[in-house]
């Protein structure tokens, strides 16, 4: 039933504009294993923070982010579940969050259930072989919003290693256009504009995070 349902949703979902196919590579086995073991670490999402700054940071991105997708996400309480796991699976995998966030505008433009005419799949358009190769096979599972953004942010630190940090091709990559600068540049000034909000609004003093984090 619920498999019936989340195709069914797939199947009326406008694709994303820049989605792009990334491109089945051999790896090898240790590669292959130590991929697989990132996506199966079923590890508790809740961040916790030791240093009273970076808690206050983390509630301050909380609130800057969740005011800015409210047009996209009028749902509050769906708004903070996905920002608290792109915090988290984007802190996990070393990327930073207003990166994750940039691609996710460009790929899916946050339709959780877009699929493009090259068959990638969900947020971060993933491409369903990635489910076979490190994954339990379950292609329909790129729906669920934490797996999603898991092999998404897996995928991303796999090819930016690969790159040797380059995130320009590492982008490419992940959208199978590398050495073309069309989608790294559109995910790259998405990424702009996520972090520049964040920090106009630290300049400014922005209210309590505690205060942002209530409005609906």
Same mark, same amino acid.
Do not use: F, K, N, P
């Given at each position: 039933m619920l498999c019936a349902a989340l195709l069914g949703a797939a199947l009326l979902a406008p694709p994303a504009a820049? @989605?792009?196919a990334q491109r089945e590579e @051999?790896?090898?086995d240790a590669v292959r294993l130590a991929l697989a073991s990132q996506i @199966? !670490? !079923?590890t508790d999402p809740t961040p916790h923070f030791h240093d009273p700054h970076r808690l206050v940071h983390y509630l301050l991105w909380? @609130?800057?982010e969740s005011s800015r997708l409210r047009r996209r996400i009028p749902d509050h309480a769906a708004r903070l579940a996905l920002l608290r796991t792109v915090?988290?699976?984007a802190t996990r995998a070393g990327l930073q969050p207003a990166l994750v966030l940039g691609l996710i505008q460009v790929e899916s433009r946050f339709n959780k259930y877009a699929i493009s005419s090259a068959g990638a799949m969900g947020l971060?358009? *993933?491409m369903p072989f990635w489910t076979t190769q490190i994954g339990n096979g379950d292609k329909l599972a790129l729906f669920r919003m934490r797996v999603n953004l898991r092999y998404g942010? *897996?995928?991303l630190r796999h090819y930016l290693d690969e790159e040797q940090g380059n995130l320009f091709y590492a982008l490419g990559r992940y959208n199978g256009s590398r050495g073309r600068a069309a989608y790294p540049d559109a995910v790259l000034a998405a990424r702009h504009a996520w972090r520049v909000r964040l920090a106009r609004l630290r300049a400014q003093s922005a209210p309590a995070p505690q205060r942002l984090l209530a409005q609906r």
């Open positions: 820049l @989605a792009g @051999a790896l090898s @199966a !670490d !079923d909380l @609130a800057t915090w988290y699976e971060m358009q *993933v942010c *897996v995928i």
